[in-house]
C-alpha cells in the first residue's frame, strides 16, 4: 500500500522568513514521482513543485525548494522568504509507479499561516 | 482562457437523491480525474479516465458513477447509495496519464446532504 503521512497539521511562521513543511511517504515502488499541491482559501489546488525519484539533485522553483531524501522517505518542502500569498494548505502527493501512471495519493495537508 | 470549470458552486440534496457534478475542460487534456475531500483530509480518488469512453475506479468509487462521453466532459453522479456524500468534490485534469504529468484543478463543488 501507498501512503503519505504529513505529521504537521498546522504551521506559522513570520512573513519574510523560511519555513519547512514536513512529509513522509511509503512505497515499495523504485520509480515514482512526488508533488507539493497548495490550496489557498479558494480552494482550487495548484502545483508548486515536483520531483522524480531517480534524481538525486533536490527540485526547486523560486522560493520554494524540496529536501528529498530518498532513503528516509523523506519529501520536505523549504519557502523561503515568506510571503502574505503563500497562506493555505499544502499537500504532499505520491504518484507510485506500480500503478502505472497518475494515480496520486495525497496526504492529509498541513495549514500554514503566515504573519505579517 | 483556458481552464477547468465545475459546477455549480453549491449543491444540496435530499436524501435519497441522485445528484449530478459537471466538469468541463478546455485544455485539451485527454486524462481527467474526480476526488472527494473531506475536512481535515487529504484528497482521495474516486475515479478516473485516461481517453474518451474509457474510465476506472479510483480508492473510493462505490455509490459514484462517471460518464466520459466526450475529451473535454466529465460528470460525476453521486447515488443514493453513497453513504456519506457530504464533501468537497474536485475534478482535475492531464494532459496525460504518466508519472511527471501535472494535473490542473477545477475550483470544486461543495455537496451537502439535507
Known amino acids: 500500500a501507498q501512503t503519505v503521512t504529513q505529521s504537521q497539521p498546522e504551521m506559522s511562521v513570520q512573513e519574510a522568513e523560511t519555513v519547512t513543511l514536513s512529509c513522509t511517504y511509503d512505497t515499495s515502488e523504485s520509480d515514482y514521482y512526488l508533488f507539493w499541491y497548495k490550496q489557498p482559501p479558494s480552494r482550487q489546488m495548484i502545483l508548486v513543485i515536483r520531483q522524480e525519484a531517480y534524481k538525486q539533485q533536490n527540485a526547486t522553483e523560486n522560493r520554494f525548494s524540496v529536501n528529498f531524501q530518498k532513503a528516509a522517505k523523506s519529501f520536505s518542502l523549504k519557502i523561503s522568504d515568506s510571503q502574505l500569498g503563500d497562506a493555505a494548505m499544502y499537500f504532499c502527493?505520491?504518484?507510485?509507479?506500480?500503478?502505472?501512471?497518475?494515480?496520486?495519493?495525497f496526504g492529509q495537508g498541513t495549514r500554514l499561516t503566515i504573519n505579517p | 482562457d483556458g481552464g477547468i470549470t465545475q459546477s455549480p458552486k453549491y449543491l444540496f440534496r435530499k436524501e435519497g437523491q441522485n445528484v449530478t457534478l459537471s466538469c468541463e475542460q478546455n485544455?485539451?487534456?485527454?486524462?481527467m480525474y474526480w476526488y472527494r475531500q473531506d475536512p481535515g483530509q487529504g484528497l482521495r480518488l474516486i475515479y478516473y479516465s485516461q481517453i474518451v469512453n474509457d474510465f476506472q475506479k479510483g480508492d473510493i468509487a462505490e455509490g459514484y458513477s462517471v460518464s466520459r462521453e466526450k475529451k473535454e466532459s466529465f460528470p460525476l453522479t453521486v447515488t443514493s447509495a453513497q453513504k456519506n456524500p457530504t464533501a468537497f468534490y474536485l475534478c482535475?485534469?492531464?494532459?496525460?496519464?504518466?508519472?511527471?504529468?501535472?494535473?490542473?484543478f477545477g475550483p470544486g463543488t461543495r455537496l451537502t446532504v439535507l
Open positions: 502527493a505520491l504518484a507510485p509507479g506500480d500503478q502505472g501512471a497518475q494515480k496520486l495519493v
Open positions: 482535475a485534469s492531464s494532459i496525460g496519464f504518466l508519472l511527471y504529468n501535472e494535473q490542473f
Open positions: 485544455l485539451n487534456h485527454d486524462a
